[in-house]
Nanobody, 123 residues
Framework: QVQLVESGGGSVQAGGSLRLSCAAS????????MAWFRQALGKEREGVGC???????TYVDSVKGRFTISKDNAKNTLYLQMNSLEPDDTAMYYC?????????????????WGQGTQVTVSS
């Protein structure tokens, strides 16, 4: 059974940093594309960043230069390093996996989801 479990969320002041982790089990991690999504209260779910099965990375414009997605295949773990955090980054952050080789940052392209971890950024 595929499982994705996020951790590392919390409360931080604007300008601070957090690193989110996603531990995967139940499938061949290195063969899947992985991504981070987020959803703020009252808003639609938004794709934040993706790393495809070949290691290529994409980001939503609002986080370019501030966030970095990475993965460790040996540990079956996905990461999101978030620097220079802003209040608009406040959201529930979700880890997601896709069997597509080159998915877009659309929820429809992803097939496995974690339970989410909350990030709150205060001004």
């Amino acid at each position: 059974q595929v499982q994705l479990v996020e951790s590392g969320g919390g409360s931080v002041q604007a300008g601070g940093s957090l690193r989110l982790s996603c531990a995967a089990s139940g499938y061949s991690f290195s063969r899947f594309s992985m991504a981070w999504f987020r959803q703020a209260l009252g808003k639609e779910r938004e794709g934040v960043g993706c790393i495809d099965s070949a290691g290529a990375k994409t980001y939503v414009d609002s986080v370019k230069g501030r966030f970095t997605i990475s993965k460790d295949n040996a540990k079956n773990t996905l990461y999101l390093q978030m620097n220079s955090l802003e209040p608009d980054d406040t959201a529930m952050y979700y880890c997601a996996g896709s069997w597509y080789a080159r998915p877009t940052l659309s929820s429809a392209d992803f097939h496995y989801w974690g339970q989410g971890t909350q990030v709150t950024v205060s001004s």
